[in-house]
């Protein structure tokens, strides 16, 4: 596992490459307008806003939208409009983590198996003093760099927002 640093990193900047579209077009909409004094405050704020909303309510899973529905007691909307940003927002985070525990359990099953693989051979071998992760780390880095794993992660993970 690369260093936190690197990670966090590397997350800022998918997310802005990512969100660079999004945050565009609210300047293009809401920012833009309101510097040049053409609407007012609310006004920018809501037309900002709504590309971001947009993108949240188009990756969130509609059960996880429902679920804070339910939590407030409100009624199902009619139209993605009528989706209020406080619901939105929570919805569309937990919908996301949920996909990061998925990415991570279908990253982490291959690294067990060789990790399995690698304890028998050394038992059966007779090497029980010998810790199996010195051997199965580069056999883990051999097979993740020979499958060009970071280009497959971050490409899937990148398409996977529309």
């Excluded at 983590?97 to 304890?119: C, H, N, R, T, Y």
């Amino acid at each position: 596992m690369p260093p936190n640093q690197i990670m966090v990193s590397l997350a800022l900047v998918l997310t802005f490459f990512i969100m660079q579209p999004i945050g565009t077009k609210a300047y293009e909409e809401g920012v833009k307008p309101y510097i040049d004094k053409k609407i007012g405050y609310e006004e920018a704020f809501s037309r900002g806003v709504k590309p971001f909303k947009r993108f949240m309510i188009r990756n969130t899973r509609e059960k996880d939208l429902a679920l804070f529905y339910r939590i407030r007691k409100l009624k199902n909307p009619k139209t993605y409009d009528d989706i209020p940003l406080s619901i939105a927002t929570p919805a569309f985070m937990i919908s996301e983590l949920k996909s990061a525990f998925e990415i991570g359990f279908l990253l982490f099953l291959p690294f067990l198996v060789i990790d399995m693989v690698v304890s028998s051979v050394l038992m059966s071998m007779g090497m029980m003093m010998l810790p199996p992760v010195m051997i199965s780390m580069p056999f883990k880095l051999l097979i993740f760099v020979l499958v060009d794993g970071w280009n497959l992660l971050v490409g899937n993970l990148v398409e996977s927002f529309k």
